[in-house]
Structures are given as structure tokens and as C-alpha cells.
């Protein structure tokens, strides 16, 4: 059985649900998650006609905030599966005083295990920005949501269909090729726009974070995310990179101790409103993280001669650094929160976490979930530091040479 995932959307009352029956008719075993809650009259008798109209072939699961665990944990049992609707489970979340970037969080999840099914997944969702803008700021807040969410849905979805009065409009097919598809002006290896944006996104809000919450984190998630790191480039294919995984509340200790030390001399280095600023920062959540990661360069892998390292002998250290970002862009799709901490004693870290000799710590790195991303980098917006603008770093030909028509483009342009 070949998974696939069906966006289905539409205003109020324009058929599609009863277009996810019509295209659920060819399957066996079918499962109806419910998002809706019963909670008056009205709404007790529109489900009872779902229901209804639904027949006794249907397993029907009422779930109106986890949904994700039940597409991970039953959904296999069958052979399609019909989400109604992702509308209300985000009003539900909604209710439940979550904020946007937690809601947007739970959605990427849902989506992620939709994909990693066997069966066809059918979710149905409704368009409310077509309609007047609600006066009330919350409403207002929970349009903009919804509409987000619709437009991440539909971009990783294979298939998305816009329901006006009970007819199927196909607006993105389930073909790989027409998602695939670029500009035949371009290069043939270029990624589809959406993918592009994706990546782009990822990059402009990857944040060093430094706020986390108890949550843990998924075992699969972590792993994806550490593979995602494993597959960084490297020079001479050395991959001189290893992941230790602290999860020890001692060991935590022990390297918030190792922290706090090496922060106060740290702190010395600066005068008066300088010093201030600095000890008002927060800049590090070694203890709060679910898990903290200490990301090492083996020095020795391989040997003494190491294709493209004899000229350039740190070229393990420099690679072990972009595993360190691709580690930090999976997270951040991932929803997770990241936070480097450098001000530490590498030696006493060496000591607190039976480092040997030839094995150069390169980043501890805290990772685990946030209430919120950094809307701009922390260090931005204390007033630390401005990022500097990128046209006056790009030199051609030689030191300050003139760039010349060089030009600053965006796919999705980054906060300033």
C-alpha cells in the first residue's frame, strides 16, 4: 500500500466531506478522526449526521487535541484515514491558550507521521480567509493561524483539492513531477519553489535559543536530526564528527558549574554599562534543555594523511562545524530549539565527560523545545550587536574589490 496525503479545503458547507467519503470508497478498513467536541445541540446533531451519512464501514476515533499519536499509533491498522478537521483542532488548541509558534510546531508533527504512513491520509480543512475581517483581535489571531497552517499543509501534501460548491477543483496534483517542476529556464537540478522556501526558512529562523520548556523530546525526531548532522560535508569524506548525548541532570549540573565559572571571568572582560548589558543576557539553558549534545572532532579518524587536510591541518575542525549547522536547520524545521554555549572550560569539559586526549570538543550544544522562537536573534534584540549588512562583505577578485552589480534577493525574507 502506497501512502499518500490529500489536502482537501473549501468554505463552509461546500461538500468536502462528503467528497473524503466519495474518494475513501475504494478502500477496505477506513478510520474517521474526529476533531470536533459535542459541546451544544447543534453541534451534537451535525455530527450524528456525519455519522450517518458515514455508514457502519467506518472505525470513527473522536480525538480533538492529539491527533498526531493516533495517525502514529493506529492509523496503520487500516487502509485510509480521514481527518475532519484540522479547522477546529487548531480552534481546540486555540482554546487550550496555545500560542502560534507551539500550534505550528504540533501541525509539522501531524504532518511528519501523515508522511510516514503506510495508507492514504485525507485531511480536511477549511478556508476562513476569503470572509470580512473579525473585528475582535483574537479571532483576527486565530484567522491568521489557520491560515498558515492551510498553506503549510497544502505545500507538503501530494495532493490538494479546493472544494466551490460541492465540485473538485484540483489545484496541486499527486503526480511527483508537477510538485517537482521548475522554470524550464532553470537549472534542471534546482529545487521545486516550495522546497526552496523551506530551506530558505529554516536558515532565516534558525535562532540561538536560550528559553526551553520540561517537554521531552522524540526518540525518532533525534534521530533524524543527528543523521541530518552525520550527512554534512567534510573534507577527504573524514566525517570526524561525534554526537554525545547528556541527558544526566548531574552532568548538567557539573557543566552549568563549569558555565557560571567561566562566565563570571567572561564577564570581567567588560566595563560598566558594557558589563551590565552582558549580565543581564541570558546565555545558556544547560539545565532547562531536555538533552544537551557535546558535538566532537576526532582528530586522528583516519590516520595522519587525510585527503585535502595537508595544507589546511584544522579542515576536521571546520567540518565538524557543518555538522554542527545542519544539526541546527534540521532542529529548527523540526521544531526544536537550539542553543550553543562557548563559554565554558573545554578542559574541565573534557574531565566531566571522559573526552580523551585526541578528541577536540567543538560545541555544546542545549537542545529540546521552546515556548517561543526569538522573533530576532537575542543578541539583536538586547542590543548587543546589529547584523551587519551583506553588501559590505562581498568583495570580487581580491580584497575590496568592487562587487560590482551584486544584488540582495529573497525567497522568504528574514526578520530585520
Not at 532553470?186 to 520540561?214: M, T, V, W
Not at 566595563?271 to 582528530?299: F, M, P
Not at 594523511?305 to 541546527?328: E, H, K, M, P, Y
Not at 523540526?334 to 554555549?341: C, I, R, S, T
Request: charged share 30%; with cysteine; net charge neutral.
Amino acid at each position: 500500500m502506497a501512502n499518500k496525503t490529500t489536502l482537501l479545503t473549501g468554505g463552509s458547507r461546500s461538500g468536502k466531506s462528503r467528497h473524503a467519503l466519495q474518494l475513501s470508497k475504494a478502500f477496505g478498513k477506513k478510520i474517521f478522526l474526529a476533531t470536533a467536541e459535542p459541546l451544544d445541540e447543534e453541534m451534537r446533531k451535525r455530527i450524528e449526521i456525519h455519522q450517518a451519512e458515514r455508514g457502519k464501514d467506518w472505525i470513527t476515533r473522536e480525538e480533538p487535541l492529539d491527533i498526531t499519536n493516533v495517525v502514529k499509533n493506529e492509523a496503520e491498522k487500516y487502509e485510509v484515514l480521514v481527518l475532519d478537521c484540522i479547522t477546529l483542532w487548531l480552534s481546540n488548541l486555540f482554546m487550550n491558550n496555545e500560542n502560534r509558534d507551539t500550534i505550528l510546531s504540533k501541525l509539522h508533527h501531524f504532518i511528519a507521521e501523515c508522511k510516514k504512513t503506510k495508507i492514504h491520509v485525507i485531511v480536511i480543512t477549511n478556508e476562513l480567509g476569503s470572509g470580512i475581517i473579525p473585528m475582535d483581535p483574537s479571532a483576527r489571531a486565530f484567522r491568521d493561524v489557520a491560515g498558515e497552517a492551510n498553506q503549510i499543509l497544502a505545500a507538503e501534501f501530494d495532493e490538494v483539492i479546493n472544494m466551490v460548491s460541492g465540485i473538485p477543483v484540483v489545484i496541486k496534483s499527486s503526480k511527483n513531477e508537477n510538485e517537482d517542476q521548475v522554470d524550464s529556464t532553470n537549472s534542471r537540478h534546482e529545487f521545486s519553489p516550495q522546497k526552496k522556501e523551506g530551506l530558505y526558512e529554516a536558515i532565516y529562523k534558525r535562532r540561538d535559543i536560550r528559553h526551553f520548556n520540561s517537554k521531552k523530546i522524540d526518540p525518532e525526531t533525534l534521530g533524524r536530526v543527528l543523521n541530518a548532522a552525520h550527512h554534512a560535508g567534510s573534507v577527504g569524506y573524514m566525517q570526524p564528527w561525534n554526537f554525545v548525548i547528556i541527558d544526566d541532570p548531574q552532568i548538567k549540573n557539573r557543566v552549568a558549574e563549569n558555565f557560571k565559572k567561566a562566565n563570571d571571568e567572561a564577564a570581567l572582560k567588560f566595563s560598566d554599562e558594557r558589563q551590565d548589558l552582558y549580565n543581564s543576557l541570558k546565555l545558556e539553558g544547560i539545565e532547562e534543555a531536555a538533552i544537551n549534545i557535546c558535538v566532537t572532532c576526532e582528530r586522528t579518524r583516519f590516520g595522519p594523511n587525510v585527503l585535502g587536510r595537508n595544507t589546511v591541518f584544522d579542515t576536521d575542525i571546520f567540518s565538524t562545524c557543518c555538522a554542527v549547522q545542519n544539526l541546527w536547520l534540521a532542529a529548527r524545521a523540526e521544531g526544536l530549539a537550539v542553543g550553543w554555549v562557548s563559554i565554558l572550560s573545554y578542559e574541565k569539559l573534557k574531565e566531566d565527560l571522559d573526552i580523551p586526549d585526541h578528541v577536540q570538543p567543538v560545541a555544546y550544544l542545549c537542545i529540546g523545545h521552546t515556548e517561543a522562537f526569538y522573533r530576532k536573534p537575542m543578541l539583536e534584540s538586547k542590543g548587543w550587536a546589529k547584523r551587519l549588512p551583506v553588501e559590505e562583505l562581498i568583495y570580487y577578485n581580491k580584497w575590496q574589490g568592487d562587487p560590482g552589480n551584486f544584488k540582495v534577493s529573497f525567497i522568504n525574507k528574514p526578520s530585520k
